[in-house]
């Protein structure tokens, strides 16, 4: 593989990344966002009959939950805990309703249906694995080669003024995506793509920069 190659295969690597994450933040988003409203369904369990359509349009909302593997385990140990609190207190009335024998009936359905943590899908890893072959460059390669060596020197000078006074890493990529999205600034995205990258590899919560950097790409290409 020579050296066009293997850049393309990083860009591309790279785009799937960060398209990737992008939809498990939006995707993880609207799961915290279910996952909160039963927590709150369950500390505010005094009014049966409220009590009893809450948890009924929550379960018609989120039925595909218990079959799936849409969530990650410790959504559904919060799941299950507010689960659990809503149950004892719809059993504590010997003389429940329909209504409610029907929600304890899908509680235990979700139960009976939730996967052994062994089971559960953990998100898929790619692995890049670069070799070198031999270098057979013809002159567009060769003005490629040139061309990204450009692109390197202007970002790296970009790096050093954007992080002369700066104490975090995190502080730069703001920065970054701010030029990148307010003035269309390529170098700043590229920039910004690789810091995020970056601080992926070294175990940073980068779903929110993610977003942002979808963001100024669009802005400069044009499309905001």
Same mark, same amino acid.
């Given at each position: 593989m020579n050296r066009i190659d293997t850049l393309r295969s990083l860009e591309s690597t790279l785009e799937s990344f960060l398209t990737r994450a992008v939809c498990l933040y939006e995707s993880q988003t609207g799961v915290c966002e279910g996952v909160n409203r039963l927590s709150d369904i369950a500390s505010n369990s005094d009014n049966m009959s409220k009590l009893t359509e809450q948890i009924g349009n929550w379960f018609a909302e989120h039925r595909e939950w218990a079959t799936g593997d849409t969530i990650l385990s410790a959504d559904r140990s919060r799941i299950n805990k507010a689960l659990s609190s809503i149950q004892n207190r719809l059993t504590e009335d010997q003389n429940a309703?329909?209504?409610?024998?029907?929600?304890?009936?899908?509680?235990? +359905?979700? +139960?009976?249906? &939730?996967?052994?943590?062994?089971?559960?899908?953990?998100?898929?890893?790619? /692995?890049?694995?670069? +070799? +070198?072959?031999?270098?057979?460059?013809?002159?567009?390669?060769?003005?490629?080669?040139?061309?990204?060596?450009?692109?390197?020197?202007?970002? /790296?000078?970009?790096?050093?003024?954007? !992080?002369?006074?700066?104490?975090?890493?995190?502080?730069?990529? &703001? &920065? /970054?995506?701010?030029?990148?999205?307010?003035?269309?600034? @390529?170098?700043?995205?590229?920039? !910004?793509?690789?810091?995020?990258?970056?601080?992926?590899?070294?175990?940073?919560?980068?779903?929110?920069?993610? #977003? @942002?950097? #979808?963001?100024?790409? @669009?802005?400069?290409?044009? &499309?905001?």
């Open positions: 309703s329909p209504a409610i024998n029907k929600i304890v009936t899908e509680i235990d +359905r979700w +139960r009976t249906n &939730d996967p052994a943590p062994q089971q559960t899908k953990e998100p898929d890893r790619q /692995t890049i694995v670069l +070799r +070198r072959g031999p270098e057979m460059v013809n002159g567009k390669e060769a003005d490629s080669i040139g061309a990204f060596s450009h692109l390197f020197d202007r970002v /790296t000078n970009l790096y050093h003024d954007a !992080s002369g006074n700066k104490k975090h890493i995190m502080s730069v990529l &703001d &920065d /970054t995506l701010k030029s990148a999205s307010l003035q269309r600034n @390529r170098d700043a995205l590229v920039l !910004s793509a690789f810091i995020i990258y970056h601080l992926k590899l070294n175990g940073y919560k980068v779903s929110p920069f993610v #977003k @942002r950097l #979808k963001e100024a790409e @669009r802005a400069v290409r044009g &499309d905001l």
